[in-house]
């Protein structure tokens, strides 16, 4: 599926993971790709990765959770590249534990990575989309934001957030034709769930109705579609790619 538009695309944590698969996925799109990294050898890696592909690319630093590296690194976006067409949300972090033992400044760091990041970019972001009037902003949420999980209080409460929010900014910017979705993953193959020993992954498993864990790039393609034109009509809807486990 090639859009063949020279559309450009912001992805946030792209470096590995289902971050590393979207940019990959609208790439193999046409879709010129620009993706973020926390440390230099992560920005590396993405313009290896995105050197393959037969579209424009480029990679930066950022630190979603920090408000000037935020800034940073916006302006060296304007600075370098055309105005965004597709914003993706997708950097994020878990702080697990129960909420009697849950730290002051692991609900902090999480609101702000996972939630207040997403209102910055989007702010950011939608300006040319609107003037313009073609856009899409696609977040990654979690099951856990729908069915909640012991332990994370604080990360299904960022991503129900982003959740609210995306439906809001839908009503505003859907006469802009600015299309405003989110994605919300079950449990996927990442680096996380590979440190896990066989019994560990069998046992998530077995609570999936699919009888398996998702791929990086099952979750990429949903995004891809809805960063493409044949999603115009859909706004302010959760895609959930769980293998069943929230219905």
């Not at 997708?90 to 990041?117: M, P």
Request: neutral net charge; glycine residues 8%; hydrophobic residues 45%.
């Amino acid at each position: 599926m090639s859009e063949q538009l020279n559309r450009w695309a912001f992805v946030t944590g792209a470096s590995r993971g289902i971050g590393a698969a979207i940019a990959k996925q609208l790439a193999q799109q046409g879709v010129n790709v620009i993706g973020t990294a926390t440390q230099a050898s992560g920005v590396l890696k993405i313009q290896q990765m995105l050197s393959i592909f037969n579209v424009k690319s480029g990679a930066l630093l950022l630190d979603v959770s920090n408000q000037t590296s935020i800034e940073s690194c916006l302006l060296q976006l304007a600075a370098d590249f055309p105005p965004m067409d597709i914003l993706v949300n997708n950097a994020g972090i878990t702080r697990d534990n129960l909420l009697l033992r849950a730290k002051i400044e692991d609900w902090d760091q999480i609101i702000q990575t996972n939630l207040s990041s997403v209102f910055h970019l989007s702010k950011a972001l939608i300006k040319n989309m609107s003037k313009n009037r073609w856009g899409r902003i696609i977040s990654l949420s979690s099951v856990v934001a729908s069915s909640g999980n012991p332990g994370q209080t604080n990360y299904a409460a960022a991503k129900a957030g982003l959740e609210g929010f995306s439906r809001s900014l839908a009503r505003e910017m859907a006469r802009r034709g600015i299309t405003v979705n989110v994605v919300a993953p079950g449990y996927i193959q990442t680096d996380m769930t590979a440190a896990l020993d066989e019994a560990q992954q069998q046992a998530i498993a077995e609570t999936v109705p699919a009888g398996r864990m998702g791929l990086p790039e099952e979750v990429a393609s949903a995004v891809g579609f809805l960063a493409s034109e044949q999603a115009a009509y859909i706004n302010g809807q959760v895609l959930h790619v769980n293998g069943g486990m929230y219905m």
